[in-house]
């Protein structure tokens, strides 16, 4: 039997089933997906509008969280409105072309999200660690630069997937995606034919990007540790720390959920469906929700500014 008889030929739509298992509950799961979303927009649009209006949060610190709120919007707003479809709305069919943009999105956002996570622990590691020197190394001039390179990478370590998939795939087994997304391994494993070069090349993306900042997010860390315990008082012990925590708090969450997602798809052949896709949802909406909530909670000078805003 030739390959054209048992598969499909370059199909031009491809079918989203949300959460598998739960497809009865979906339209009352999509609520608290809803809500997070809308908390996550409005969250980092007034973020986006303090940072922005107030000049003294003209500081590269503030930059980066502004730069974070931005990509937040983007990612969350990448996936929901297409989420809430098939929750709601029961519209499963996406175009292919626009499935390989969005899944293209989704990773160069979070490729974004992870860079700018990095720069912002060396933002904090200068500042601890050589504070007279911290405003002539982290420039307007440097922030821009690092801006442009986290996300010139982003786009090219992505685009070489989404080639890969476009060119190299003809014949595909099914049209039905086992998501809520459209995700690369999810339309990866969709091929009839060989998927071992895209496997390779979703597995070298992966450690490039997350390997690569979380090794020297936790090199500077332990570089700024080092130097917050020798400093003689308490009090600066506790102010230098406190300006980490948010940042901590942000890149922890991010990174756990990451891995747990990531390596349940490829490696959790006993984990019930519906909890992967759960989490891997999670994964992309939880730091959009959270890390205004967090820089708005921890930050000091944002949260004055906030409870100003609200008071008049």
Known sequence: ????????????MLTLIGIPGLESVQCWIGIP?????????????????????????HEPMYIFVG?????????????????LGIFWFHVP??????????????HMFQGIESGILLAMALDRYVAICYPLRHSGIFTHQLVAQIGAIITLRAAILVAPGLVLIKCKFQFYH???????YCEHMAIVKLAAENVRVNKIYGLFVAFAVAGFDLTFITLSYIQIFFTVFRLPQKEARLKAFNTCIAHICVFLQFY?????SFFTHRFG??????????????????????????????TKQIRIHVVKMFCS
């Open 1 to 12: 039997m030739s390959i054209s008889n048992i598969t499909i030929f370059m199909p031009s």
């Open 33 to 57: 997906f809803c809500a997070m979303y809308l908390i996550a927009m409005i969250g980092n649009s007034l973020l986006l509008f303090i940072i922005k209006s107030e000049r003294r949060l």
């Open 67 to 83: 730069l974070l709120g931005i990509t937040d919007i983007a990612l969350a707003t990448t996936i929901m409105p297409k989420m």
């Open 93 to 106: 069919q996406i175009y292919f072309d626009s499935c390989l943009l969005q899944m293209g999105l989704i």
């Open 174 to 180: 099914t049209t039905t995606i086992s998501h809520s």
């Open 256 to 260: 756990l959920l990451a891995f747990f």
């Open 269 to 298: 052949a006993h984990v019930p469906p519906y909890i992967h896709i759960l989490f891997s949802s999670l994964y992309l909406l939880v730091p959009p929700f959270l890390n205004p909530l967090v820089y708005g909670a921890k």
